[in-house]
């Protein structure tokens, strides 16, 4: 008997009849071959988030991002008209990465008033322009305003920072839709204290999302968050979700969570406990305005149990909403068919005193445990998949998420081999 409610349908996958119900290949995780028409299908055409405003406080802020997966690095930029813009980061005279540091691989950030190239000191503007060449009466009729960097589509919602390589791609607005419209109006703004995370992982980008879009794993795999009766009483319980919602290329589910604060306080560790915080963030809600009501997007089922939200921005930006008042972000870069770049942001609403940071530094360790608990099998599944020994897979009634995004990369991928 179901714990929840479902669609009349009877399942939340049924519900969705265009899903279907038999196993999943996933073999779009372990082909070389779909791999290549997946970058130029998927990365090279679809908004892509970069990163917050808040990375960008001033005019002349800019950081640079490397997009293995469309082939290319990207500078983002406030320019002196205070609009943040997106170049690609090569330079105009004979194509040397523009910013950089030590390391031209590596990403970068920082304040400039120009840019300037470290191989012949060609410069630009904050707006692209070419505003100075080196030995300029050298060359032959160069015309500086057909020389200025090569910019991207680059556009903002809530704060976020989203590009595309498509010169030709809808809106954003538009490709985002009504359900990350619903979204609108949460606190973004107020929460600027920051914990990051990066990492490589030996894994097909899809095999992490899949790890965090279903929570049907979290009473078995992450059993030691807990004290050890409340674990066995959690796996005896099993897992299901509070309410799903497709809007393709988006999904989302909406889940419990009871431990913000626990009614039990022996549910949790005594360092919990003392900190008033852990798995589920800090438990001490700040007071600031959007949170009380939420955006009508959040706990869409108005459950009382309600715990977070995590919504799955297409292609590969999960948006998660805890209920005690914070967010957090996931990216999954991919660099190769069976490699990706992790990265995680938790942000939170400045703490106004030790205890509160305390509480932070606990929510953020507690989260990068866990984190390493599920890239911990990723290594594990690729190898194991790309044998080919098995190459279809059931998926139940709570890995909709799952089934949802395999088969839009792989509609994805079949329509850009059609020609379309």
Same mark, same amino acid.
């Given at each position: 008997m179901a714990h929840f409610n479902k669609p009349a349908a009877g399942s939340w996958t049924e519900h969705y009849p265009d899903l279907g119900t038999e196993p999943v290949d996933y073999s779009d995780s372990i082909d070389p071959e779909f791999y290549e028409d997946e970058r130029n299908a998927i990365f090279k055409r679809t908004w892509l988030n970069v990163g917050r405003v808040e990375r960008l406080p001033r005019k002349g802020s800019y950081f640079t991002k490397e997009l293995s997966a469309a082939g290319t690095s990207l500078i983002i930029v406030r320019g002196n008209d205070n609009e943040i813009h997106a170049y690609h980061n090569v330079c105009r005279h004979r194509g040397n990465k523009l910013v950089w540091d030590d390391f031209p691989n590596e990403e970068t950030s920082g304040f400039c008033k120009q840019f300037t190239c470290k191989y012949h000191a060609w410069r630009y503007s904050l707006e692209g322009e070419l505003t100075f060449v080196q030995q300029e009466k050298e060359f032959f009729g160069l015309d500086r305003a057909d020389y200025g960097l090569k910019d991207v589509r680059c556009e903002v919602w809530e704060g976020f920072i989203f590009v595309n390589l498509d010169a030709d791609a809808e809106p954003l607005t538009t490709f985002l839709g009504p359900?990350? $419209?619903?979204?609108?109006?949460?606190p973004f703004h107020e929460m600027t204290e920051v914990f990051s995370y990066k990492a490589e992982v030996g894994s097909n980008w899809k095999l992490f999302i899949d790890a965090f879009a279903e929570f049907y794993h979290a009473p078995i795999l992450h059993m030691k968050q807990a004290v050890k009766d409340e674990a066995d009483k959690l796996a005896g319980y099993g897992y299901e979700a509070l309410h799903y919602d497709l809007q393709p290329p988006h999904s989302m589910i909406s889940s419990w969570g009871g431990m913000a604060p626990p009614k039990d306080l022996n549910m949790v560790k005594p360092i919990e406990r003392v900190l008033r915080s852990g798995l589920f963030g800090p438990w001490d809600r700040p007071d600031i305005e959007g949170l009380d009501p939420l955006p009508?997007?959040?706990?869409?089922?108005?459950? $009382?149990?309600?715990?977070?939200?995590e919504f799955e921005i297409w292609p590969n930006f999960s948006l998660l909403f805890w209920a005690p008042g914070w967010y957090l972000t996931y990216h999954y870069w991919p660099t190769a068919v069976n490699k990706h770049i992790f990265e995680a942001n938790l942000y939170f609403v400045p703490a106004k005193n030790a205890r509160e940071r305390l509480a932070q530094e606990l929510a953020g360790v507690t989260f990068k445990e866990y984190a390493l608990q599920d890239a911990n099998t990723l290594e594990a599944t690729?190898?194991?998949?790309?044998?080919?020994?098995?190459?279809?897979?059931?998926?139940?009634?709570?890995?909709?998420?799952?089934?949802?995004l395999h088969k839009t990369a792989q509609k994805k991928v079949e329509e850009y081999r059609n020609g379309n």
């Open positions: 359900m990350i $419209k619903g979204l609108e109006g949460y009508v997007g959040i706990n869409p089922s108005g459950h $009382k149990a309600w715990g977070v939200d690729q190898t194991m998949i790309a044998t080919r020994t098995v190459t279809d897979f059931p998926l139940n009634d709570q890995e909709i998420l799952l089934r949802h």
